[in-house]
């Protein structure tokens, strides 16, 4: 993607001003006025939808069985989502899915 032979810090100061300007664009110009109900509706979901994003490779492709499928990922992240359902409590879904990573691991060697 990057030509071979581009100094490095040319690639850093590129990538610096792109993530400068799309922060700019939101708080700097639109920062001051309020914002539409809809799009704060739909705003309020970002956060919901980043920790699965996060979580969701390391359960599906974990780097430990290197890249292999794992019962114990799998029902770990199967009880977080249970009890996140349940309970609508994020800390108590987080616990949830490592105490029973931890159990699997230790259960299945």
């Known amino acids: 993607m990057i030509p ?8 850093i100061v590129i990538l ?3 993530t400068f ?3 700019f664009s939101f708080l700097g110009l639109i920062g001051d ?4 109900e809809w799009f704060l509706r739909h705003l309020r979901y970002t ?4 920790l699965p ?12 069985t290197d890249g292999q499928l ?16 349940v309970t609508k409590n994020v800390i108590a879904s987080i616990f949830a899915g490592g ?3 931890y159990a699997m691991l230790f259960l299945l060697g």
Request: proline share 9%; glycine share 12%.
């Open 33 to 36: 006025r309020q914002l539409p």
């Open 70 to 85: 794992d019962p114990a990922r799998l029902t770990a992240a199967g009880m977080a989502v249970l009890v996140g359902v």
């Open 16 to 18: 610096g001003l792109g």
């Open 53 to 64: 994003g996060l979580v969701a490779p390391l359960v599906v492709w974990p780097a430990a």
């Open 47 to 50: 956060s919901v939808a980043v």
């Open 21 to 23: 300007l799309i922060r």
């Open 4 to 11: 071979e032979g581009t100094p490095i810090w040319l690639v």
């Open 99 to 101: 105490l029973t990573l």
